[in-house]
């Protein structure tokens, strides 16, 4: 984007999957607005995620955006579930089909935000010092893009290369006869440890707990079978607006303890052999909700990876003993159990030996020093709120948004937050944009801002600001749906829990995400439109 001007109606923070909807919606509507992104290119998460094996694990058809049918009919997927690659060309593509790359201004981190009640505006200072201000603020910075190191004594000692996932290096990373470790097994962890096993000369996993784990099962998307999605993309997003997570998946009406032992390994062995979440989304309900059917359906899995991993002790190594299946994100592989029946593959069970610190030539454990040429750090993001907190955002008598959301934190709708006028969340803590499939929640959090946002324009009005008391009730709200849910004893990211993250208390458990399904969180949404945005100060 060209030219110095600096004063805008509305700023966009972020030029991801959400900001670029969200700056398509205020262009449409003639608003005076500018996309400031950190990165020195769109695409957020698809930008900066390069490591090997980066993909979806959304149905690529229902990550796509659906406001546009022309586009539909244009982009051919693939493959089910798109490499990174795709994806960010994808997002270019998009960015460019609708004319948006002039509106976007890259290389632009917001380090600093502060609110001027005399001048009812915000005021947001960069990485140089520039300083950008706009009556409206729209945070579209994602759920996962702060990422976390591990605390672990000397990391900064070693001399080879090292690196969060999340920073891969831009040139190819040469990993032929090299010793790689990965430290971290989550959802990124295992995509990387699949791909470059058969490439590096050694390669050590460093495992701290290990997670339940089920095939991607991706394939092609040939021209006919694209032709046939195009045909039914209407019921595709119908299907996936009705669901509870936003995906096609469509739970199966019958109970686990109602069918015969036969007929729940019947479908359990359809499931574990179908694409993507299948066997978490379309299974029996009670396998996920109660304790003994979960129970049955995790050893039914634990005997699966038994199967595909030699060694019968690296097998009990890989098997979760202390949280059933779907209690933690579940990661989807592609050959990943194999990679253990390599020659040049090492488990360390860190629960075994854990780490005692980084040395200059690699890890040590509390057994022995393994020499290391490259360490990757899969070791995950301060989710939900990293990105807002990572920002030094001062609201209404200088409140700092980090301090108000120590221990947990606190929103309406995961939209607004009392303190903060006219600063609008795309994707904040306590939507449904961190608990179901991300573009579905992120177009009608989207939507929702911007209805908002038109109502207020509308008015002629130049300050929003959602009531302590509303946001008090939907704080109330997450946490009621929360605490149903099986996996709130579980340590995850799902409650908030990354024991790297310095500022948080490892025990505590956070209510960042509402899991209450999409079809739930949009009612409370269309309410909020019913009742005239009676919880909201529009002056």
């Keep these: 984007m060209s030219g110095t001007r600096k004063e805008f109606d509305v700023i966009v923070v972020g030029a991801g999957v959400a900001g670029i909807y969200q700056i398509k919606r205020l262009i449409d509507l003639g608003v005076d607005a500018i996309v400031l992104e950190g ?243 379309a299974n029996f309900p009670d396998t996920y909700f109660e304790e003994g059917p979960n129970r049955e359906l995790s050893d039914y899995i634990a005997e699966r990876i038994r199967k595909r991993v030699h060694d019968p002790k690296t097998a009990e190594k890989l098997i979760p003993k202390d949280h059933g299946f779907g209690m933690k994100r579940v990661p989807l592989e592609t050959r990943y159990f194999e990679v253990y029946n390599r020659d040049n593959v090492r488990l360390i069970d860190l629960k075994e030996t854990p780490i005692e610190c980084v040395t200059e030539n690699g890890i040590r454990t509390s057994l022995q020093d393994i020499d290391l040429d490259v360490i990757v750090y899969a070791t995950g993001f301060d989710p939900a709120v990293g990105a807002l907190e990572h920002i030094n955002i001062l609201g209404t008598d200088g409140t700092v948004l980090r301090d108000k959301w120590t221990g947990s934190p606190s929103t309406y709708l995961g939209m607004l937050t009392h303190g903060f006028p006219n600063l609008f969340m795309v994707a904040g803590p306590q939507s449904v944009s961190g608990s179901t499939n991300y573009p579905r929640a992120i177009e009608t959090g989207v939507n929702w801002v911007t209805d908002l946002f038109a109502h207020v324009r509308e008015g002629g009005n130049t300050r929003v600001e959602v009531q302590a008391d509303a946001e008090k009730a939907w704080v109330e709200e997450v946490k009621t749906v929360q605490e149903k849910m099986p996996f709130n004893k579980v340590k995850s990211w799902f409650t908030g829990f990354n024991p790297n993250v310095a500022r948080r208390d490892p025990d505590q458990v956070r209510y960042i995400a509402y899991w209450g399904g999409g079809p739930r969180y949009r009612k409370h949404l269309q309410n909020a439109v019913d009742e005239g945005y009676r919880d909201i100060e529009i002056e």
């Design 39 to 281: 990165n020195e290119d769109l695409g957020g998460t698809w930008f900066k995620n390069r490591y090997p094996g980066c993909r979806f694990d959304s149905e690529s058809y229902t990550y796509g955006y659906s406001f546009s049918e022309e586009l539909l009919n244009e982009w051919h997927w693939k493959e089910r579930f798109s490499s990174q690659p795709e994806n960010l060309k994808y997002m270019n593509y998009v960015a460019d089909k609708f004319g948006l790359r002039r509106f976007i201004k890259c290389g632009t981190s917001v380090e600093r935000m502060v609110w001027n009640e005399s001048e009812r505006n915000w005021s947001l200072t960069d990485q140089s010092g520039d300083v950008y201000t706009a009556r409206f603020v729209i945070t579209c910075m994602g759920v996962l893009s702060v990422p976390v190191l591990p605390k672990i004594k000397g990391i900064d000692a070693f001399k080879g290369e090292s690196f969060h996932s999340f920073h891969w290096p831009d040139e190819p990373l040469k990993l032929t006869g090299r010793r790689v470790g990965v430290v971290g097994t989550g959802a990124t962890g295992i995509q990387i440890i699949s791909e470059i096993a058969d490439k590096a000369g050694e390669l050590f996993v460093f495992q701290r707990n290990p997670n339940w784990s089920v095939p991607l099962n991706n394939s092609p998307i040939s021209q006919q079978e694209m032709e046939g999605i195009r045909q039914r993309y209407d019921e595709i997003f119908t299907n996936c607006e009705k669901s509870h997570g936003g995906f096609e998946h469509q739970t199966d009406p019958r109970r686990c303890k109602h069918v015969t032992r036969e007929e729940r390994l019947e479908l359990w062995d359809k499931l574990y052999d179908a694409p993507g979440f299948a066997l978490l989304l």
